[in-house]
């Protein structure tokens, strides 16, 4: 199991990959973000955009299942995390991107008044070219070694 006490400022994890299909952005953007430019492949042809794009949410979510993936096979001791500070959508996903992500640890701190540590992670997924998509900073709870179950 790794702990809060294993976490290095300045760590990167790699988060893997993930290839991003047109079917994956219509089931989301039809269920959670029904603008033209996610759920409607002729109307996003004659939008802003050129051709249709994932949702924000759907690039988020992509990195979640990746770094929660990366957390398990870790075994890292997550306690889950009270939020995000940033978020940016830095260039639109296209079907057919393949998506690979990495978070850094910025900063780490006990607890005050739980039995975890908080960590700042940095996470980021780039496409194909190496253009990043989508940049966040977030803070996760970690369980400290000796401090049991939260």
């Known amino acids: 199991m790794r702990y809060f006490e294993d976490v290095a400022v300045g760590e990167t994890l790699v988060l893997g990959a993930h290839t991003v299909s047109e079917e994956e952005i219509l089931a989301f953007g039809r269920r959670y973000d029904p603008q033209p430019m996610h759920a409607d492949p002729e109307a996003a042809r004659h939008g802003f955009y050129g051709g249709l794009i994932a949702s924000g949410w759907h690039t988020c979510a992509v990195m979640m299942r990746l770094t929660a993936q990366t957390i398990a096979r870790l075994e890292e001791a997550s306690a889950g995390a009270p939020g995000i500070e940033s978020c940016r959508w830095r260039a639109p996903v296209r079907p057919g991107d393949t998506l690979t992500g990495t978070s850094e640890v910025l900063a780490a701190w006990p607890s005050r008044s739980k039995p975890v540590g908080l960590v700042r992670r940095r996470s ?27």
């Open 124 to 150: 980021e997924l780039v496409n194909q070219r190496g253009e990043p998509v989508v940049t966040l900073v977030g803070v996760a709870m970690v369980r400290r070694r000796d401090a049991g179950a939260v």
